[in-house]
């Protein structure tokens, strides 16, 4: 979620993503070749670094009805019944 959140401000470079997570290139280029493939972001090489955006801002709010659901719901908290 931190890279797709970070993406909805505008289009970023794999070194500023990889700076905001705290992960090192070759583990935030594998998250983003996932997001890529699912078609939720874009990728252009400029020189040496690669820029990617977010082609479906939707997702956000994907995410924050998921989170609304998992703070309403004790079961979802506790792994569905558990």
Known sequence: MLVV??????????CELTGLAGVDIST??????????????????R???????????CVLKLFTCVHTVSTRMPCARQGLGE
């Open 5 to 14: 959140d970070a993406l909805s401000g505008g289009e970023r470079c794999v």
């Open 47 to 57: 020189g040496m670094q690669v820029y990617y955006r977010l082609l479906t801002p």
């Open 28 to 45: 935030m280029s594998k998250h983003l070749s996932v997001l890529r493939e699912a078609g939720i972001v874009d990728s252009e090489k």
